[in-house]
């Protein structure tokens, strides 16, 4: 027995669904196509637009029981967004 089949033997009764990968190969040449600075662009975009929530979010903190439900929600998915945001910067610096 080969490496490759003992790979295959164990992906097979751990991991099934994962020897299905060549379905996933479909989307690959599409994807390639995706230029770098394009997804710079977009990056940027939403770092942008991240910005002005937080500035309404700091403006929002002050107008009291009115807009307490839109402070709390906003805060939370700031919080959500900043952390994708760092994940996605950490993935396209080491594309790279």
């Not at 490759?4 to 690959?28: G, I, P, Q, R």
């Not at 309404?56 to 959500?80: I, M, R």
């Amino acid at each position: 027995m080969t490496l490759m089949h003992y790979l295959c033997k164990v992906l097979a009764s751990k991991s099934a669904e994962l020897l299905d990968f060549h379905v996933d190969l479909v989307s690959l040449e599409s994807a390639s196509k995706i230029q770098l600075k394009y997804l710079a662009n977009e990056m940027q975009a939403i770092s942008k637009g991240l910005e002005r929530v937080e500035q309404e979010l700091v403006a929002s903190a002050n107008d009291g029981p009115v807009s307490e439900v839109f402070h709390n929600v906003s805060k939370h998915l700031t919080q959500l967004v900043q952390k994708k945001e760092k994940k996605i910067l950490f993935i396209a610096i080491f594309r790279l």
